[in-house]
T-cell receptor
Framework: AQSVTQPDIHITVSEGASLELRCNYS??????LFWYVQSPGQGLQLLLK??????LVQGIKGFEAEFKRSQSSFNLRKPSVHWSDAAEYFC????????????FGGGTRLMVKP | NAGVMQNPRHLVRRRGQEARLRCSPM?????VYWYRQLPEEGLKFMVY????????ESGMPKERFSAEFPKEGPSILRIQQVVRGDSAAYFC????????????FGPGTRLLVL
């Protein structure tokens, strides 16, 4: 079955440390890929997206993600985490590349230590 | 340019009542999507609509749930005879008719069934 996996349910990092959130998908072709962030009680904000081209994608708030076809991964990174980055992060896939149904991973909750 | 609007933000219903959730897409967007987020889970696709048409309702429960997106006015997600298991956050997203297929999310409606 087609799926999106975020292996880490919770991650805690110290402020200023680097961050990598993992995302793997299981689809035959390369889907469109997205990362969203959700603050408590809020909606989802788009961080970045990958459709094609350069496999390293820059997003808002200093985030970037790298698409690796061989690993079916789209990991999110940030070189230096700020306390305001504490939130839940969702990886999502549009496997039809048609802008209809997004399939979401289970999310990774990021906590930031001072 | 206002984002996706959802109301109410919070809704409390007793078992057996009806819940109506409204979504106004971003200006210029004609595609609307509804997702449900159960506690501690990721978002699950429910339905994809264009003006006056249901395009994909593969994620909608077979009974009690319906959605519409009329020619004028917001999209409505309707849940009849609510049960406790319907308690969740319901998110609406919208995307433009052409070009960018990115989905932009509203703040969600948190439904609590007593």
């Amino acid at each position: 079955a087609q799926s999106v996996t975020q292996p880490d349910i919770h991650i805690t990092v110290s402020e200023g440390a680097s961050l990598e959130l993992r995302c793997n998908y299981s689809y035959g072709a390369t889907p469109y890929l997205f990362w969203y962030v959700q603050s408590p009680g809020q909606g989802l904000q788009l961080l970045l997206k990958y459709f094609s081209g350069d496999t390293l994608v820059q997003g808002i708030k200093g985030f970037e993600a790298e698409f690796k076809r061989s690993q079916s991964s789209f990991n999110l990174r940030k070189p230096s985490v700020h306390w305001s980055d504490a939130a839940e992060y969702f990886c999502a896939v549009d496997h039809n590349n048609a802008g209809n149904m997004l399939t979401f991973g289970g999310g990774t909750r990021l906590m930031v230590k001072p | 340019n206002a984002g996706v609007m959802q109301n109410p933000r919070h809704l409390v219903r007793r078992r057996g009542q009806e819940a109506r959730l409204r979504c106004s897409p971003m200006k210029g967007h004609s595609h609307v999507y509804w997702y449900r987020q159960l506690p501690e889970e990721g978002l699950k696709f429910m339905v994809y609509l264009q003006k006056e048409n249901i395009i994909d309702e593969s994620g909608m429960p077979k009974e009690r749930f319906s959605a519409e997106f009329p020619k004028e006015g917001p999209s409505i997600l309707r849940i009849q005879q609510v049960v406790r298991g319907d308690s969740a956050a319901y998110f609406c997203a919208s995307s433009p008719p052409l070009g960018d297929i990115t989905q932009y999310f509203g703040p969600g409606t948190r439904l609590l069934v007593l």
